[in-house]
């Protein structure tokens, strides 16, 4: 609430300066606000297929059983992981 007051009283003297009604003036500066914000996101990336996400979640299933205890890959365990979760995910 404080904000809005805080931005009525910048845009007052803007307002008697131009000669436009507060709330033109107040319009204006919020569609541009709204704008910047809008054109600031980042565009969207691809969709991801069915596929993918049924590996994604085959390969967390499978990884811990090619680690070690501490959280190393064992040897070759990458390979064989990324193997275990297509043959998972095809089915």
């Known amino acids: ?3 809005r007051a805080l931005a009525d ?3 007052l003297p803007v307002a008697t300066l131009t000669g436009l009604p507060p709330e033109v003036v107040q ?3 919020e569609g541009t606000s709204t704008g910047a914000v ?3 996101k980042a565009p ?3 969709k991801r297929s069915a596929y993918a996400r049924k590996y994604k979640a085959a ?3 499978v990884a811990k059983n090619y ?3 501490n959280g190393e890959w064992k040897k070759d365990g990458f390979k064989r992981a990324v193997k275990a979760a297509h043959k998972e ?3």
């Open 1 to 3: 609430m404080r904000m």
């Open 9 to 11: 009283k910048l845009l």
């Open 27 to 29: 319009g204006f500066v």
């Open 38 to 40: 809008a054109a600031g």
């Open 44 to 46: 969207k990336g691809k």
């Open 59 to 61: 390969f967390k299933r």
């Open 67 to 69: 680690k070690k205890r």
């Open 89 to 91: 995910a095809k089915k």
